[in-house]
Nanobody, 117 residues
Framework: QVQLVESGGGLVQAGDSLRLACAASGRTFSNYYMVWFRQAPGKERELVAGIGRNTIDYADSVKGRFTISRDNALNMVYLQMNSLKPEDTAVYYC????????????WGQGTQVTISS
């Protein structure tokens, strides 16, 4: 079992930065493929970024602006978001899968990110 808790969301202006954090429980955290999703009102959920043992993936919409990282010693995953745009406004969720391409069995409760223009 893995429990995930996100933090770091908020209201900022376009061009600003935010850093989201996801705290995970579980002794085998380092084995999981960890991702950040986001969902804006009226839109489909979007996979933003993912990180495994040796892989990092980004959606085209965030490449060059967002950076995903993890600290296995602390059971943490981070999403550094720079040059934020109003279209980045969404609820951001942390999720975990046993490996890249597997179903996401564990989800956090989400954290709201709002970017004003």
């Amino acid at each position: 079992q893995v429990q995930l808790v996100e933090s770091g969301g908020g209201l900022v202006q376009a061009g600003d930065s935010l850093r989201l954090a996801c705290a995970a429980s579980g002794r085998t955290f380092s084995n999981y493929y960890m991702v950040w999703f986001r969902q804006a009102p009226g839109k489909e959920r979007e996979l933003v970024a993912g990180i495994g043992r040796n892989t990092i993936d980004y959606a085209d919409s965030v490449k060059g602006r967002f950076t995903i990282s993890r600290d296995n010693a602390l059971n943490m995953v981070y999403l550094q978001m720079n040059s934020l745009k109003p279209e980045d406004t969404a609820v951001y969720y942390c999720a975990a899968a046993t490996h890249r391409g597997a179903s996401y069995d564990y989800w956090g409760q989400g954290t709201q990110v709002t970017i004003s223009s």
